[in-house]
């Protein structure tokens, strides 16, 4: 019984043994081969140092993960190109602001001022989904901002979301 148990030991010992070197000729390989197909991009790309395969790896997952958010300069840098986005709300916060309902217009009581702009006897013209009405379309006296806003039928306040301008 103790040559068994003896015999047994022995075969577990080689087997551990043997599964360690073979995992360190698979890890060696692996290494062998990742560093190969690094050097094959890295020669195709031009890369010649850290540095610039830092650059294009970062390039790369901005592009394509978007995991690093961009700052603003970058942002202007877009913008300056001449890729001219969707203009964006100028509205810094939501307004509510008090009006009267005739005819599917919204005429505003009270002007009001988003982003230096002064905006003056604006006219909402609605449509209704339900009990909902909408903006289609803005009109000011000054016409340098064009805005959206909704409200509640049989309210007497719109709520302003967005403007933008003209």
Same mark, same amino acid.
């Given at each position: 019984?103790? +040559? ?11 087997? &551990? ?24 991009y890295?020669?195709?790309? +031009?890369? =010649?140092? /850290? =540095? ?22 970058? =942002? ?8 001219? =986005?969707?203009? &964006? *709300? ?9 009006c009267?309902?005739? *005819? ?16 003056? *006897?604006? %006219? /909402? ?5 339900? *009990? ?8 000011s006296? +000054?016409?340098?901002?064009? #805005?959206?806003?909704?409200? &509640? ?6 709520? %302003?979301?967005? #403007?933008?301008?003209?």
């Open positions: 019984m103790q +040559e068994n148990n003896n015999n047994n030991d022995y075969l577990s010992v080689r087997r &551990k043994h043997f599964l360690w070197v073979v995992f360190s000729l698979v890890l060696f390989g692996a290494i062998l081969y990742f560093s190969s197909v690094i050097s094959d890295a020669e195709k790309n +031009e890369i =010649e140092n /850290f =540095e610039d395969a830092k650059d294009k790896i970062i390039a790369v997952l901005k592009h394509d993960f978007a995991i690093f958010p961009e700052n603003d300069t970058a =942002e202007e840098e877009k913008n300056e190109d001449g890729n001219e =986005e969707k203009s &964006k *709300n100028i509205l810094q916060a939501p307004l509510i602001l008090s009267s309902v005739e *005819n599917g217009k919204a005429v505003l009581k009270e002007p009001f001022e988003v982003a230096k702009h002064k905006v003056s *006897n604006g %006219v /909402f013209e609605l449509a209704g989904h339900g *009990n909902t009405l909408y903006s289609t379309s803005f009109s006296q +000054e016409n340098s901002v064009s #805005c959206r806003g909704t409200m &509640k039928e049989g309210q007497q306040k719109i709520f %302003v979301y967005y #403007c933008e301008k003209i």
